[in-house]
C-alpha cells in the first residue's frame, strides 16, 4: 500500500495563476501544471533564497523531499518556456501557513513558530 502524501505548507498564495506566451491564444497552447507545492518551492529556493533544508522545514517535508520537488518545478518551467506551453498553478497536497518576517534577519518564519535570530 502507498503512503499518504504529506501535507505541504505554502505561505503565500500566488498573485497569479496562468502565464503564457505574448500573443497566442490560450486555448490554443499546450499548458504545463506547475502544482502550487512546486510554486512554494521555487518562492522559497530560487526567489527568497532560501537553502533546501530550511525551504523543506518551512514546508513541513524532508529535504530530499523538498529537492525532488524543486527539481521537478524547474524542469516544468525549463519545458514551458523552451517550448511554448503556458505554465497553469494548481492543485498539490497543500494547506496555507500564516508566515511573518524576522525584523533583523528578514528571514521568513511561521507565525506561530519563536525564531532565535542568529544576526
Not at 512546486?38 to 530550511?54: F, N, P, Q, T
Not at 529535504?63 to 518545478?73: D, G, N
Not at 505554465?87 to 501557513?97: K, P, R
Amino acid at each position: 500500500m502507498v503512503r499518504p502524501r504529506k501535507l505541504r505548507f505554502i505561505g503565500k498564495r500566488p498573485e497569479v495563476k496562468i502565464f503564457k506566451p505574448v500573443g497566442v491564444p490560450f486555448r490554443s497552447i499546450e499548458n504545463v501544471t506547475l502544482t502550487l507545492d512546486e510554486y512554494e518551492a521555487i518562492r522559497l529556493c530560487d526567489y527568497e533564497g532560501l537553502e533546501h533544508s530550511e525551504s523543506a522545514e518551512l514546508m513541513n517535508i524532508s529535504r530530499p523531499t523538498f529537492t525532488r520537488l524543486i527539481e521537478s518545478a524547474r524542469k516544468k518551467i525549463a519545458t514551458a518556456i523552451i517550448e511554448g506551453k503556458a505554465i497553469v498553478l494548481e492543485g498539490g497536497n497543500v494547506a496555507f501557513q500564516e508566515r511573518e518576517r524576522c525584523e533583523k534577519c528578514n528571514k521568513e518564519i511561521p507565525a506561530t513558530k519563536k525564531h532565535n535570530c542568529k544576526e
